[in-house]
């Protein structure tokens, strides 16, 4: 960008010859600033305003351009959550199967012990049965064998005391 700033050389070496510079020198001060005021790149109002537009035209752009990805963004992590969600509500699903085939599993356990205890106590109820009727049927030949030995000592006793009686006769004889 190029300055292009009206400048009256003549009016300013005036300036400088007055302020007590040589005319030699007022021109080469004169002739050295309308070179670097030419040469510089120094921006004018009209550029800054330019620059300014451009930068709000490129930052309305900018803008817009993340509007749309934020909302693209948002869009994919709805999506997302969305899938998350159906994928939480299946695992639950199949969660609650599993659960419920093991509730099941466990019940049919249950009840297949609760039969092999049912079944275990009727033969100990047998077994029991059994013991008590040998110890029944064992105490009543205890008993029938104390019946026959009991008429046996009674024989035996009632023959020692007749003997006894005899010999007592006997000997009530003889003396």
């Keep these: 960008m190029a300055l292009a700033v009206a400048f009256d050389t003549l009016k300013f070496a005036h300036h400088l010859r007055k302020g007590g510079i040589s005319e030699e020198h007022a021109n080469a001060i004169t002739e050295a600033i309308k070179e670097a005021s030419i040469d510089s790149d120094l921006a004018t109002k009209t550029d800054v305003r330019e620059s300014e537009q451009r930068l709000s035209a490129e930052m309305r752009e900018m803008d817009q351009r993340l509007m749309v990805e934020i909302g693209a963004a948002r869009t994919e992590a709805k999506a997302e959550i969305r899938e998350v969600r159906v994928e ?68 035996k006793l009632g023959a020692m005391l007749t003997v006894a009686v005899g010999a007592i006769a006997a000997l009530v004889k003889f003396l």
């Design 88 to 155: 939480m509500r299946e695992m639950d699903q199949r969660l609650m199967v599993e659960i419920g085939a093991a509730r099941a599993e466990v019940k049919a356990e249950i009840r297949e012990v609760r039969v092999e205890m049912r079944e275990m106590e009727q033969r100990l109820m047998v077994e029991i049965g059994a013991a008590r009727a040998e110890a029944k049927a064992e105490i009543r030949e205890v008993r029938a064998e104390m019946r026959e030995m009991e008429q046996r000592l009674t024989i």
